[in-house]
């Protein structure tokens, strides 16, 4: 295959840096510079701030956060070997098996540690 064949991706590549590169200097160009005091300010769904605004989370939020990931994506594996299920193929049954295993294991080790009690 000589380079030749690979004239297009690079033309395309070419074009993408420059189309980005474009951007964000025409976007430097033309915005604002004033700083004004109430843009700078933290909005709160219109609610003016009490208080600091820079609280810090339990990391329980980012523990909730990564077990509704990752049983969410298991759950989209699930629901698309759900409509293609063909009981001919182990390989498939079996991996999906994994997976299902894998959604149970992470709910009953949030259950246990109390994360999803709300369950």
């Known amino acids: 295959m000589s380079s030749a064949?690979?004239?297009?991706?690079?033309?395309f590549a070419v074009i993408s840096v420059l189309f980005v590169l474009?951007?964000?200097?025409?976007?430097?160009?033309?915005?604002?510079t004033k700083r004004e005091p109430l843009k700078?300010?933290?909005?709160?769904?219109g609610e003016v701030p009490i208080g600091d605004t820079r609280?810090?989370?339990h990391f329980q939020y980012y523990m909730f956060a990564l077990i509704?990931?990752?049983?969410?994506?298991?759950?989209?594996?699930?629901?698309l070997w759900a409509l293609s299920f063909s009981p001919s193929n182990?390989?498939?049954?079996?991996?999906m098996f994994v997976f299902t295993g894998l959604l149970v294991a992470i709910i009953?080790?949030?259950?246990?540690?109390?994360?999803?009690?709300?369950?």
């Open 5 to 11: 064949a690979y004239l297009p991706v690079l033309i």
């Open 22 to 32: 474009v951007s964000f200097v025409v976007s430097a160009l033309l915005r604002p």
């Open 40 to 45: 700078e300010t933290t909005y709160e769904c």
């Open 55 to 57: 609280i810090q989370f």
């Open 68 to 79: 509704f990931v990752i049983a969410d994506v298991l759950t989209v594996f699930l629901a």
């Open 90 to 95: 182990t390989t498939v049954n079996a991996l």
């Open 108 to 119: 009953l080790y949030a259950l246990k540690k109390e994360e999803l009690i709300w369950i």
